[in-house]
């Protein structure tokens, strides 16, 4: 995680916990003889830990908002490896650089495969994430009805019966929640016939066009055009394997370039943030939409 982030969040939750002390200097003015002072710090408590309790909940949500936004599985566990080897290998610094490299690669490599969760199309929905994820999605097309990055989306989730626990169940939940129309909703109630099939299309600045019937080719060929080595040096991930390596034989491998091939094992949802994440990252201003094939 950004070391700035971090220390943003460990000033938030300091402030959490040092509001209780403003309590106990406010009462110190006080005078517990006093029927008066008394009343003045029984109203004061009582408004004191109303906004405790919201500033308490806000920084929780912001807390959480920011490391799953700033979270990198891999930088982690190499921060964990280095601190695993040194108290394995007093002298570990000491090592010819080969091999710290190759250990360390080694151990980065485990730690990863114990803290990471394979991604699937349905994003791990969870209630805690679903206005993130949602956020993210264009929601209602021009004619005010689902657009088809929406109905992509809640088609790759579940088939679950519609339960208080299931992920189409929690998507209705929050469209209702932020007053979207009860009837354009409903119309999706045990919704489970595929959309029309869909593609990716972008379009960059400088006016080029790529939309491939398919969003796999899509993907290659803006990373091709972007340039492989600065998509690669990003250390994306996708379905627990790099986004992009030389890796021929993983699952969903697409020629990309130069002996490079990008994993496809994904929705289209899914490649079209990942292409939003590469142009945010990079500052490519790229314009990525899902239209109909």
Request: charged share 30%; net charge neutral.
């Amino acid at each position: 995680m950004n070391e700035k982030v971090e220390k943003f969040i460990d000033v938030l939750r300091k402030l959490n916990d040092q509001l209780p002390e403003i309590r106990d200097y406010f009462w110190l003015d006080i005078d517990r003889s006093s029927d008066t002072d008394r009343n003045r710090g029984i109203v004061f408590d009582s408004k004191f830990e109303k906004i405790k309790s919201l500033f308490s909940q806000t920084e929780k949500k912001v807390t959480a908002f920011l490391e799953e936004s700033f979270y990198n599985p891999k930088e982690e566990a190499l921060k964990e490896a280095m601190k695993k080897l040194k108290v394995e290998f007093p002298n570990f610094d000491d090592w010819n650089e080969e091999a710290k490299k190759a250990l360390i690669e080694k151990y980065t490599n485990e730690i990863l495969k114990s803290i990471t969760k394979p991604i699937d199309d349905s994003f791990g929905f969870s209630r805690r994430k679903i206005s993130s994820e949602l956020n993210n999605l264009t929601i209602l097309s021009e004619t005010n009805e689902f657009s088809n990055e929406f109905l992509a989306f809640y088609n790759s989730l579940d088939l679950t019966p519609s339960t208080h626990n299931s992920q189409k169940y929690l998507v209705r939940k929050y469209l209702l929640e932020n007053g979207y129309d009860p009837k354009l909703v409903n119309s999706i109630k045990g919704f489970t016939s595929k959309s029309k099939p869909t593609r990716l299309s972008v379009c960059f600045p400088d006016g080029t066009e790529i939309n491939n019937h398919f969003s796999a080719g899509t993907l290659a060929e803006t990373i091709k055009k972007i340039g492989v080595d600065k998509v690669v040096a990003l250390n994306m991930a996708c379905s627990n394997l790099p986004f992009v390596s030389k890796d021929k034989n993983m699952r969903g491998a697409f020629t990309v370039e130069d002996g490079y091939f990008v994993n496809t094992n994904s929705s289209t949802v899914m490649k079209k943030r990942q292409l939003e994440e590469i142009s945010q990252r990079l500052n490519l201003d790229l314009k990525i939409d899902i239209v109909d094939r």
